[in-house]
């Protein structure tokens, strides 16, 4: 092994880093960044700084991201169905 070369716990860990951050930015490319960094309590420039690679994307933010996520998620699953609720009652007077 030449002294700069990883051992393979290493590369590993950095590779799923690499992931992560990869999965994290591109996520964030589909998002309000205004509104995530006040939910979350990032800043809107520390969010830029992700995207655009300046910054390393650590583990809280991730887990940040991810509850912010699952709220979200819950708030439009819980609009899809009341509209959807509303739609079926309609048809079924209409």
């Known amino acids: 092994m030449t002294p700069l ?3 393979p716990v290493a590369q590993y860990m ?7 951050a990869k999965w994290y930015k591109e996520t964030l490319g589909g ?7 006040r939910e979350t309590g990032r800043s809107h420039r520390m969010l830029h700084a992700y995207v655009r690679g300046e910054r390393r994307v650590t583990d809280p933010a991730i887990r940040e991201l991810i ?3 699952r709220a979200k998620s819950e708030h439009f699953t819980a ?3 009341r ?3 509303a739609l079926k009652e309609e ?4």
């Open 5 to 7: 070369a990883l051992p």
């Open 14 to 20: 950095l590779c799923m880093s690499t992931e992560l």
């Open 31 to 37: 998002l309000n960044l205004a509104e995530l960094a």
């Open 67 to 69: 509850k912010y996520l």
């Open 79 to 81: 609009a899809a169905d």
């Open 83 to 85: 509209m959807e609720a």
């Open 91 to 94: 048809g079924e007077d209409g």
